[in-house]
């Protein structure tokens, strides 16, 4: 009985001011495929392997009224609680190509001491974005 409970990761969400400008820098900035964008332009998801990548925008009535309004962010001195990662063969290549698209830089890919070569940017509404390698065991 207890295996009917177990939970399948199925979408994280990512509020943004404008989803069918986020589905497309997403497209064009991290190779991203659409998978939908509605016809209201109120939720769009990417293909992203087994878990979805859902935008809707950050203030809606349906959501705000039940759980509360998003907190934006205020500066780029503080981040959001949430950062989306990619994995990339070749994250040096990752990096140059988000910011050939418009992707804001926060630090160049390095390796980390964890066996990662991981870089960061911003997306168009200043949400961290980190571009890793898978990590290599020792």
């Not at 190779?31 to 964008?37: D, I, K, T």
């Not at 989306?84 to 140059?96: E, G, R, S």
Request: proline share 3%; hydrophobic share 35%.
């Amino acid at each position: 009985m207890a295996s009917n409970l177990n939970p399948a990761y199925a979408y994280t969400v990512v509020y943004v001011k404008d989803v069918a400008k986020s589905v497309e820098f997403y497209g064009r900035a991290f190779g991203a495929s659409v998978r939908r964008l509605d016809d209201s332009h109120r939720w769009g998801e990417l293909e992203s392997g087994q878990t979805t990548i859902a935008f809707t925008p950050v203030h809606q009535h349906e959501t705000d009224d039940l759980t509360g309004e998003v907190q934006e962010q205020k500066s780029k001195g503080r981040r959001n609680q949430l950062e989306v990662c990619f994995a990339y063969a070749d994250v040096d290549a990752a990096y140059k190509r988000a910011l050939e698209n418009g992707a804001e830089p926060v630090s160049k890919p390095e390796e980390k001491e964890w066996g990662q070569k991981v870089g960061y940017v911003r997306d168009i509404d200043g949400i961290v974005v980190r571009m890793g390698s898978h990590v290599k065991s020792r």
